[in-house]
């Protein structure tokens, strides 16, 4: 974690995580000889809006509280507008009675686009001609059959995709304990895409045992 952290925290205007939701964890590392676990992290989103970066921190905050865990909120206490070297960043950690720091942030992005093909769909209908006959009813000629055809054509979607990295530090020992990378769609519901992710991250933090 040297020198990466006052790095990402003087960076905080660099890159904004965007509104998303179709989260999912494309590979995660947890160091196997770490034999602590989590009570206290410290939260630390990187992004280019201060709202988004305190709705990112608030929600992680509240998904840890669920799980019994305390998280702390970085905005709280180290302002994106001002500049702080790396002892006094882990000084208010430290007041904080943090035992980790979970850094995230967008790594990278890209544009997919998909394409529906077009398919056609159809049903018979029945028609009856003139009364008469047998029964009221003409011949089985005068009987019609038509059928309707439904044509959809293809369509196109374009959408972003997002690679989101998080890093978790043993606070005592600078060394990472954890680390993911996931990807997500940016579609137009920020909260929905915050909670997506960390209730992820999370699950894999329970899964690997550190929280």
């Not at 206290?40 to 989103?45: A, S, T």
């Not at 369509?155 to 690679?163: A, E, G, I, R, Y």
């Not at 020992?173 to 993911?180: G, K, L, V």
């Not at 769609?185 to 999370?202: F, H, P, R, S």
């Amino acid at each position: 974690m040297k020198g990466t952290l006052q790095f990402l925290l003087l960076t905080l205007t660099g890159l904004s995580i965007a509104a998303c939701s179709s989260t999912y964890m494309s590979g995660s590392w947890t160091d196997t000889s770490y034999q602590g676990q989590i009570k206290n992290m410290y939260i630390i989103g990187v992004a280019r809006q201060e709202i988004n970066r305190r709705i990112f921190e608030d929600t992680f905050s509240r998904q840890l509280a669920n799980s019994g865990i305390k998280g702390t909120a970085s905005y709280k206490d180290l302002p994106s507008d001002k500049e702080m070297n790396q002892a006094s960043i882990k000084q208010r950690m430290v007041a904080n009675g943090s035992d980790s720091v979970l850094i995230t942030k967008i790594i990278s992005q890209r544009s997919e686009t998909v394409t529906t093909p077009g398919y056609a769909s159809g049903y018979s209908s029945y028609g009856r001609g003139s009364y008469g006959g047998r029964h009221g009813y003409g011949g089985w000629g005068n009987y019609s059959r038509s059928y309707d055809v439904v044509y959809q054509p293809p369509t196109t979607t374009n959408f972003v995709v997002l690679t989101i990295e998080s890093v978790l530090y043993d606070l005592k020992t600078e060394e990472i304990i954890w680390s993911a990378q996931l990807e997500t769609v940016v579609e137009g519901n920020l909260e929905k895409m915050m909670q997506d992710y960390v209730e992820t991250v999370t699950k894999d933090l329970k899964e690997k045992g550190l929280i």
